[in-house]
Nanobody, 116 residues
Framework: VQLQASGGGMVQAGGSLRLSCVGS????????MAWSRQVPGKQRELVAS???????DYAGFARGRFTISRDNTKNTVHLQMNKLEPEDTAMYFC???????????WGQGTQVTVSS
C-alpha cells in the first residue's frame, strides 16, 4: 500500500487548507483512514479518522474546525482545515489501517505552516 499526500502549504492565521491523500496498492475494504500531525521534538498526534462507512472522529483541537472525508471509489481521504492557527503548524501524515492484523501504512507527509 502506498499513500501520497498533498495540499500542504503556507497560510495566514484564520485561513484554510485542504489536504488530500490517495492510496494505491493492495487496499482492502473496511479500512480506516486518518490524518495525524507531528512537530519536531513531539510525538505524532491523531487529528481525525474516518471509517469506510464514513464514521469520523476528531481530536479535540480539530473538532469544529477540521472536516475529514473520503471517497472509497478513489481510495482518497481529505482533510478540510478551516480557521487555522499558528499552533496547527506541523507535518501532516495520512494513514490507512486494514486487515486482521490492523497493519498501519503511512504516507510521506505534507507540511502545513500557519503564520500569525
Amino acid at each position: 500500500v502506498q499513500l501520497q499526500a498533498s495540499g500542504g502549504g503556507m497560510v495566514q492565521a484564520g485561513g484554510s487548507l485542504r489536504l488530500s491523500c490517495v492510496g494505491s496498492g493492495n487496499i482492502f475494504s473496511g479500512n480506516i483512514m486518518a490524518w495525524s500531525r507531528q512537530v519536531p521534538g513531539k510525538q505524532r498526534e491523531l487529528v481525525a479518522s474516518i471509517t469506510a462507512l464514513g464514521r469520523s472522529d476528531y481530536a479535540g483541537f480539530a473538532r469544529g474546525r477540521f472536516t475529514i472525508s473520503r471517497d472509497n471509489t478513489k481510495n482518497t481521504v481529505h482533510l478540510q482545515m478551516n480557521k487555522l492557527e499558528p499552533e496547527d503548524t506541523a507535518m501532516y501524515f495520512c494513514s490507512l489501517r486494514q486487515g486482521p492484523d490492523r497493519r498501519v501504512f503511512w504516507g510521506q507527509g505534507t507540511q502545513v505552516t500557519v503564520s500569525s
